[in-house]
Structure formats: structure tokens, C-alpha cells
């Protein structure tokens, strides 16, 4: 591609949940005409949310699609230029980076911010679908509280799984944990308290098999000790239905210049947002393997402007 077609941008933001369209409103009010584009799901996670109560300012609740148009119409009003687009590669060798957006078009960037996320790692049943924002859910933290005194099911066998139920048996009056194996994987500590909780029941070596329920999960279809001898079909009556098996960062095009930890959670440098890469900034959960809320994803986008600003000022 010839120099002329390439367009120059100041700051180049990449993704749009929270964290990105924060970030946006912050750069945007800081005169870096910052450029965003949303990618493949515009408004991130948020939008498969139904609701939101738990963000500061919404006194009555909100939607996850209400609060990132929110969030969208905002970094538009002090001029962020929001586009449509997947950022499909990279080159962060050197200044000014090079991105290209659906494989054709060209852009040079003095800085970056990545905000692309973390996506929930599913069991891949068409139910999960079929009962989105009905029943199922990847945030206990986020949807628990309309769980309160129900009964649920959380699948998984990790620190997150662990971590989910006894924070659901807080709030719910059974909570059901669904473990492939016949053991926990999880650390010795998180066992130990999911054991000691008394409203807390294991059910080792069970697969789910699906979901059923009129107007929303009402039960879970399982599979106990699949393909051994004595293998059996058992329901469970639940509300709600949690995975915890884990998140996929969204950071594969960014590897090869961007350190990551082990899962591709991007590391970034102390209290900043910056990277291992000079004047690209991580924001959001594609940088946060803790977390993962709308709130600490906006504080991080705010934290990412700020970053830019006084590295460009620099």
C-alpha cells in the first residue's frame, strides 16, 4: 500500500466496552481526537447482559445495551470518532504502529490503547443460547443477586468455579457445582471452603447435557459417570445457571510484541496501563484476570487515556 492511502491517527483505541469507551471520553475531552473501533461485538460483554445493577450512577438498574449506548452516545458528544470494524493486524515493531482493519484498510497509530476483552469459554450447548439472559450467565458477581434464596448450578472445577459457587451460596439457597472429573482442580484453600459450605452440593464426574424450562432455565439435564458401566441421566431443578470454566483474553494478534501471561491476560507495568511496548496501553479484562467488572474496566480505560496523554505529551 502506497504512503498516501495510509491514514495517521494520534490515538487509536481498540474495542468498546467499558474500558474502551471510557477511554474514548477521556482522550476525546484531552484533545487526542481519538479513534475507536468497536470490533466484533460493539459494547463488549455487557450487551449479552440483560441487567445491570450494580453500576455506580444507575440508581434504578439499567440494561448492558442501555448503559454501553450510554457510554457510546457520550465519547460521540466530545468527538470520538466511533467506527464499525475489526481490527484483523497488527505491527507494534515500532512508531508509528502499523494496524489494519478487515484485512484492507491501513492505519498508522502514535499510540494505542487494546481494550478487546475477555471472552466467556462456553460448553458450546445450543441451550447456553436458547436461554441467554434467561437462566444463563458467565458472572456470578454481575447476575447472582436476582438469584437470591433460588436454587443454581455452577459448572466448573477450578478457582473460578470455587471461587463462584461460595460466592453464590452466599446469596442463593442451593447452589449445585457440576464437575467433570471425580476431583476439584482447584487450589487446596477454595476446596476446602467449597467443602465446608453446607449449602453447597459437588457433583463429581456429571457432563451436562442440556437445559429445559418454559420461560427460562428451570433445570439442568445431566450425565453421571458417562460412558462407564453404570452410567445414569439425572435432572436438577435450578433458576440459574453459571459456567465458570474460564475466559479467553482476546490478544492473539497482539503476542508477538505484547507480553501476556500464561492464559494471554496482557501484563501491563505497575499501577499503569502501559505494556512491555512503548506507547501501547492495555485496558479492561483483555488486562485483568482478577476482576472483570464494568466499573474496574471503566476505571482502566480512564487510567489508559491519562497514560496516552502524557505519553504523547512527552
Known sequence: MNKE????????????????????????????APVLYEGIQPGGQLTTTTEIDNFPGYVKGTTGNGMMDDLRNQALRFGTEVRRGVVTK?????????????EEKT?????????????AKYLGLPDETKYAGQGVSACATCDGFFYRKKKVAVVGGGDTACEEATYLAGLAS??????????LRASKVMQAKVMKTEN??????????????????????LIKRKGEVDEEKVDIAVDGFFLAIGHTPNTSIFKPWVETDKVGYIKTKGHTTQTNVEGVFAAGDV????????????????????DVERFLAE
Do not use: M, W
Open 5 to 32: 492511502t495510509i491514514e495517521k491517527v494520534r490515538c487509536l483505541i481498540i474495542g468498546s466496552g467499558p474500558a474502551g469507551y471510557t477511554a474514548a471520553i477521556y482522550a476525546s475531552r484531552a484533545n487526542l
Open 200 to 221: 453447597i452440593t459437588v457433583l463429581f464426574e456429571h457432563n451436562t447435557l442440556g437445559l429445559y424450562g418454559e420461560n427460562g432455565v428451570e433445570g439442568v439435564h
Open 107 to 119: 492505519l498508522e497509530a502514535e499510540a494505542i490503547i487494546i481494550s478487546t476483552g475477555a471472552t
Open 287 to 306: 488486562a485483568d484476570p482478577h476482576y472483570r467488572q464494568a466499573i474496574t474496566a471503566a476505571g482502566s480505560g480512564c487510567k489508559a487515556a491519562i
Open 174 to 183: 442451593h447452589v449445585y457445582l457440576i464437575v467433570r472429573k471425580s476431583f
Open 90 to 102: 497488527v505491527d507494534l515493531s515500532k512508531r508509528p504502529f502499523k494496524v489494519v482493519v478487515d
